[in-house]
């Protein structure tokens, strides 16, 4: 897990857009400012954010600069933009959304699963890509005569940092 202290979220910042800009490029699609300010958003927390904490830390900041208010469908239209394209994940058990941190490029390979672990104290979020759970997956479904099109695991339990501190007490 990583340590907060320690960790340098401007350059979660600058990988994701920078990871962003080569995906949007290669596909021939537009990665607008509201939707790069709705990334930064994301990219500078390891915690998932709802599209009203998105919505009101923008309007926050286009408060500050005098700015028209955002309403909430142009959140959504930027996350269903960055959702489809593999820049973003939906965190389905908490209604929420988090930069794409594993998978560089946004290629997650088709025979991987993506796995979530999700901090019940702190609410972070640690993503990992797993083929051999891919595979195993694909191997339960196909005896089922399932075709699994999103295969996402969330895992809740506790970081190392928040194990820490409750040893501590």
């Given at each position: 897990?990583?340590?907060?202290?320690?960790?340098?979220?401007?350059?979660?910042?600058?990988?994701?857009?920078?990871?962003?800009?080569?995906?949007?490029?290669?596909?021939?699609?537009?990665?607008?400012?509201?939707?790069?300010?709705?990334?930064?958003?994301?990219?500078?927390?390891?915690?998932?954010?709802?599209?009203?904490?998105?919505?009101?830390?923008?309007?926050?900041?286009?408060?500050?600069?005098?700015?028209?208010?955002?309403?909430?469908?142009?959140?959504?239209?930027?996350?269903?933009?960055?959702?489809?394209?593999g820049?973003?994940?939906?965190?389905?058990?908490?209604?929420?959304?988090?930069?794409?941190?594993?998978?560089?490029?946004?290629?997650?390979?088709?025979?991987?699963?993506?796995?979530?672990?999700?901090?019940?104290?702190?609410?972070?979020a640690?993503?990992f890509?797993?083929?051999?759970?891919?595979?195993?997956?694909?191997?339960?479904?196909?005896?089922?005569?399932?075709?699994?099109?999103?295969?996402?695991?969330?895992?809740?339990?506790?970081?190392?940092?928040?194990?820490?501190?409750?040893?501590?007490?």
């Amino acid at each position: 897990m990583i340590e907060l202290s320690a960790h340098d979220h401007s350059f979660c910042i600058e990988r994701v857009l920078s990871d962003a800009k080569a995906i949007c490029a290669e596909k021939g699609v537009r990665l607008t400012d509201q939707r790069q300010s709705v990334l930064r958003i994301l990219a500078a927390s390891h915690v998932p954010a709802s599209a009203y904490d998105i919505l009101n830390q923008l309007n926050k900041e286009r408060k500050e600069k005098g700015e028209a208010m955002l309403a909430p469908v142009s959140i959504y239209r930027a996350l269903d933009f960055l959702l489809q394209h593999g820049i973003i994940h939906r965190i389905e058990s908490r209604n929420a959304y988090v930069a794409c941190n594993e998978s560089p490029n946004g290629h997650h390979s088709h025979d991987e699963a993506t796995i979530f672990l999700l901090c019940d104290q702190c609410g972070r979020a640690a993503e990992f890509q797993s083929k051999s759970l891919g595979g195993l997956i694909e191997t339960i479904a196909s005896k089922a005569r399932f075709s699994p099109n999103a295969p996402v695991m969330e895992i809740r339990g506790l970081c190392e940092e928040c194990q820490k501190l409750q040893n501590d007490a």
